[in-house]
T-cell receptor
Framework: GNSVTQMEGPVTLSEEAFLTINCTYT??????LFWYVQYPGEGLQLLLK?????DKGSNKGFEATYRKETTSFHLEKGSVQVSDSAVYFC????????????FGAGTRLFVKA | EPEVTQTPSHQVTQMGQEVILRCVPI?????FYWYRQILGQKVEFLVS????????KSEIFDDQFSVERPDGSNFTLKIRSTKLEDSAMYFC??????????FGPGTRLLVL
């Protein structure tokens, strides 16, 4: 079945540091890939998405590229801010799974001033 | 922008009691879902619903759970006899086929 694996956290960075959160997936079909962000005590917010190979999703300085050859969708940001502290979930969805979303375990990011 | 809404935002109940969590999906969406997130853990799929019936359910979704779309707008999750381990955040989601799934803000359920 479909699955998502992402790097374990927590990840602690200083403000303005470069962020990478690794994510790889297993899927039988051609999934769409997503990154969601969850701030403390809040719900899930869609951060970015990519629907086909080589697509790059981007939002708020974050970006991720759909790499079919390595089955990866790593999240990057060039310069993190304290306000980026949150839990980040990599996820996939495809028609063979009835479009249900399969989430990774989440990676908690702490950004220090 | 249209959004998925959920009520209540928080629910506290006693073990063994029934709870109903409510969701109003986006009006033209066709697929509906419930997910669960135990505190500090990953978001887990519970059930999907399409064309007025369950299309898929996870092993978490046992006989204590049921879903219903009673009036064409609401989508409910009922837990018949709550257990302590049902304490979690419950997210509803909906989508139009092939598009992005929209998540509601969640209902935080605490079973005492």
């Amino acid at each position: 079945g479909n699955s998502v694996t992402q790097m374990e956290g927590p990840v602690t960075l200083s403000e303005e540091a470069f962020l990478t959160i690794n994510c790889t997936y297993t899927a039988t079909g051609y999934p769409s890939l997503f990154w969601y962000v969850q701030y403390p005590g809040e719900g899930l917010q869609l951060l970015l998405k990519a629907t086909k190979a080589d697509d790059k999703g981007s939002n708020k300085g974050f970006e991720a590229t759909y790499r079919k050859e390595t089955t990866s969708f790593h999240l990057e940001k060039g310069s993190v801010q304290v306000s980026d502290s949150a839990v980040y979930f990599c996820a996939l969805s495809d028609i063979t799974g009835g479009f249900k979303t399969i989430f990774g375990a989440g990676t908690r990011l702490f950004v220090k001033a | 922008e249209p959004e998925v809404t959920q009520t209540p935002s928080h629910q506290v109940t006693q073990m063994g009691q029934e709870v109903i969590l409510r969701c109003v999906p986006i009006s033209n969406h066709l697929y509906f879902y419930w997910y669960r997130q135990i505190l500090g853990q990953k978001v887990e799929f519970l059930v999907s619903f399409y064309n007025n019936e369950i299309s898929e359910k996870s092993e978490i979704f046992d006989d204590q759970f049921s879903v219903e779309r009673p009036d064409g707008s609401n989508f409910t999750l009922k837990i018949r006899s709550t257990k302590l381990e049902d304490s979690a955040m419950y997210f509803c989601a909906s989508l139009l086929a092939g598009e992005t799934q929209y998540f509601g803000p969640g209902t935080r359920l605490l079973v005492l």
